[in-house]
């Protein structure tokens, strides 16, 4: 019994993701269509009253089409990510998360920026240098 257990899980084999990179964006769509047409099969002979060998295959169904999904984002946001490359605003959902503090931390220009008053007394009231070290 154990036998046909695996041979049935290894038909619905765990798709690699090095192997979806590596497909274009038609192919990757198509292969999106085989798998969510055999989940529907497979939840079809479920309420047939199939084995129950049958829910391990489509759990596995379930995350090869994700896996496909998360390819096929992937890929998009790359594209948009190297169309925004070098520009000055870039969408929020590309940039970096951080935390909310970090996000709206000042820049490093912002944090080294001197106010009139300051750059005068800085000029004025050079830092005094003092022979003996202490």
């Known amino acids: 019994m154990a036998a046909k257990r695996t041979s049935q899980t290894r038909s619905a084999a765990k798709v690699k993701v ?3 990179r590596e497909k274009s964006k038609a192919e990757l769509t198509q292969t999106l269509e085989n798998y969510r047409r055999e989940l ?3 939840k079809v002979q479920q309420v047939a009253g199939a084995a129950s060998a049958k829910g391990t295959k489509i759990r596995e169904v379930r995350k090869n089409v994700a896996r496909v999904l998360t390819v096929i984002t992937q890929q998009s946001r ?3 990510r190297a169309q925004y490359e ?3 605003h870039i969408p929020k959902d590309l940039r970096p998360k951080l935390t909310r503090a970090l996000r709206r931390a000042l820049t ?3 944090r080294s920026r ?3 008053r300051l750059q005068k007394k800085l000029a004025n009231f050079p830092r005094r240098q003092y022979a003996v070290k202490a």
């Open 114 to 116: 001197k106010t009139v």
């Open 18 to 20: 090095t192997e979806l």
């Open 78 to 80: 790359a594209e948009v």
């Open 108 to 110: 490093p220009e912002e």
């Open 86 to 88: 070098g520009k000055k």
């Open 40 to 42: 529907l099969d497979l």
